[in-house]
């Protein structure tokens, strides 16, 4: 297990004092996170590293996972959905079934900590069900900058009874919302499997095992196979590139069980990619494996994140961190990573012939590319390492609980 004194080298003792000092009133008191899965997508990459940090820091921290049915995952993911702006049919029954997740949940998820986290709208409602004892935290990681009205207003009545909102960037704090609302950036953990440094045989090594050749330049987009995501879109960007430049596209997404949409933009995507992936120009993979990820973020010439929604982009992250430069779309907490030119470009979502245009710029430079890369690391290494969000959870505890 990772402890504090692991970042030294990375962080600097002046972080890591820092860190001991805001935790030192915190000392054994109980705080729990509550989420909705324990793998796949970028929340429960930040819990797993933050809950043992958190508790190697002085506190006790727990993790609880709601239990959903596969229903209860259809409509939270629509409402996920409609938090990012799209239509829904707002039905009574969709409330009823979403509510009574939370209540049979609220049974057994034994909460009786000094503050309760709870990750994103799937287990918002929980505080209903709890006589309230403790400062409740509502951690919202989606971009709710241009919500559907209807879903917002009925979320706001959970939302009310919290105590403090996380969000990810200041675009997405709400006017007419009478809750303090904090902002903390979400972040990497540099000493996790997927960002650790790798010899090039391990590179190798995994590439092969997942059949990925490095004959040809490779473009790679790591993300969930999410309408959001915009995996159709990459394959119409690719298709540019490649009259341009004879490359090879990865698109890699791993299942989330949050996520039941994932299967069938999968084979959306794999219909449309039928003749380039029997070529193997270009190459899908749902495998989950940490260190696949990460060597392909190391080997890629381009990581592409052409999201049509970003909440904030871990997959941007941990790019950068590696120094690999990054073509992605200017929305979201992208904007909050990318600075246009520098460490990477940003364009219109659907702008595809900019991305491809860039894409290939930087295939035909690459010391561009290079020089891009060691910048984004180093914004990386400011703003967005986990230390730093450990510290900013344990400044918003002490505001909340002491
Ligand atoms: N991820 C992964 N394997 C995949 C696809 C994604 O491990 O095949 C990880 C990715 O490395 C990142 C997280 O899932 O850590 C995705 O976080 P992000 O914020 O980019 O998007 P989200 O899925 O939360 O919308």
Redesign the pocket.
């Known amino acids: 297990m990772r402890s504090l004194e692991d970042y030294r080298e990375i962080v600097g003792d002046r972080v890591i004092s820092q860190i001991h000092r805001l935790a030192s009133k915190l000392y054994g008191k109980h705080i729990v996170h509550v989420n909705s899965t324990y793998q796949?997508?970028?929340?429960a990459?930040i819990l797993e590293s933050l809950v043992p940090l958190m508790n190697d820091a002085g506190l006790d921290a727990d993790w609880r996972i709601l239990h959903g049915t596969p229903d209860f995952f259809t409509i939270t993911k629509k409402f996920h959905n409609a938090l990012q702006g799209e239509s829904i049919n707002f039905t009574e029954m969709k409330k009823r079934l979403y509510l009574q997740a939370n209540e049979d949940f609220s049974v057994y998820a034994n909460i009786d900590h000094d503050c309760v986290i709870v990750h994103d709208p799937q287990p918002l409602p929980l505080i209903r069900f709890y006589k309230k004892r403790q400062p409740w935290i509502w951690r919202c990681?989606v971009d709710c900058s241009n919500p559907n009205e209807e879903v917002w207003d009925y979320f706001k009545n959970f939302v009310l009874r919290y105590d403090a909102i996380i969000i990810s960037s200041e675009d997405y704090r709400r006017v007419n919302l009478p809750v303090d609302q904090r902002i903390i950036h979400?972040a990497i953990d540099p000493l996790d499997t997927?960002n650790i440094e790798l010899s090039d045989s391990d590179i190798e090594k995994y590439l092969k095992k997942f059949d990925v050749p490095t004959d040809k330049p490779l473009i790679t987009q790591?993300?969930?196979f999410d309408k959001w995501k915009d995996p159709e879109g990459v394959l119409n960007v690719f298709k540019l590139v490649k009259e341009k430049v004879d490359c090879r596209l990865v698109l890699?997404?791993?299942m989330?069980s949050d996520d039941p949409e994932g299967m069938k933009i999968y084979e959306k995507v794999r219909r449309k990619a039928k003749n380039l992936i029997k070529n193997n120009d270009v190459i899908l993979?749902t495998s989950?494996n940490?260190i696949l990820?990460n060597a392909l973020q190391r080997t890629s010439n381009v990581i592409v994140q052409k999201s049509q929604r970003e909440?904030?982009?871990?997959?941007i992250t941990?790019a950068l961190w590696k120094g690999t430069p990054v073509v992605a779309s200017s929305v979201g907490g992208i904007c909050l990573q990318i600075i246009d030119g520098e460490n990477g470009f940003l364009l219109e979502p659907n702008d595809n012939r900019g991305f491809a245009d860039r894409i290939t710029q930087l295939l035909k430079n690459p010391n561009q590319a290079k020089e891009m890369g060691k910048k984004g690391k180093e914004i990386v290494r400011k703003n967005f390492l986990i230390t730093r969000l450990l510290m900013d959870y344990l400044i918003l505890l002490n505001d909340v609980i002491i």
């Open positions: 796949g997508g970028g929340v990459e990681h979400p997927k790591i993300s969930r890699c997404g791993s989330a993979i989950e940490n990820v909440g904030f982009g871990l997959t941990e």
